[in-house]
């Protein structure tokens, strides 16, 4: 069963989809689609980010069950592995994906196209992921929102272009 909440957090509203107790869906600026019901499920992916949002180191986020390809689930679990208030290249991710997948490489452009339908923002850390020359990438429509969260994180954003 499906449930629904929007959390209002800092950098505006996310709807957080439950399937059970997994998320399959945490979306900034989109209004709710079924009757919101909060759940001890989604009481606890709230207090996660409520400490995220305060600039702390979480843990490991509550479950999640993100929807996409094989591909896009492999890309999702790497970007997974970035700690808190570090970054990644995209080609870093393509190489350790060639790796697993047993290819002799993978464009990076492949990985932006996974990280560009991410369904659970900040839990699957897309924000993270970075370009090699130091360019941010987009995320979700708004760069600003990119900066913010690697910012809390406490990221030098000197280094960083649009």
């Not at 449930?3 to 979306?27: C, F, H, K, M, W």
């Not at 409520?50 to 390809?69: H, S």
């Not at 560009?116 to 993270?128: D, E, F, T, V, Y």
């Not at 941010?136 to 649009?162: A, C, H």
């Amino acid at each position: 069963m499906q449930t629904q909440i929007i959390y209002v957090s800092p950098l505006g509203n996310i709807r957080l989809t439950a399937e059970d107790d997994a998320l399959i869906e945490a979306a900034f600026d989109v209004a709710a689609t079924m009757s919101q019901s909060s759940t001890p499920f989604l009481e606890s992916v709230c207090l996660w980010l409520d400490e995220y949002f305060q600039g702390k180191d979480p843990g490991a986020p509550p479950a999640i069950c993100p929807k996409g390809t094989e591909f896009q689930l492999r890309i999702w679990r790497l970007a997974q592995q970035i700690p808190f208030g570090y970054t990644a290249t995209y080609g870093t991710l393509a190489k350790e994906a060639a790796r697993e997948m047993g290819i002799p490489k993978m464009s990076a452009q492949a990985v932006g196209g996974a990280m560009k339908r991410n369904p659970i923002a900040i839990l699957i850390p897309c924000h993270r992921v970075v370009g090699a020359n130091g360019k941010l990438g987009g995320y979700f429509g708004n760069d600003r929102r990119k900066i913010d969260l690697l910012t809390l994180e406490g990221q030098d954003m000197r280094g960083f272009s649009k």
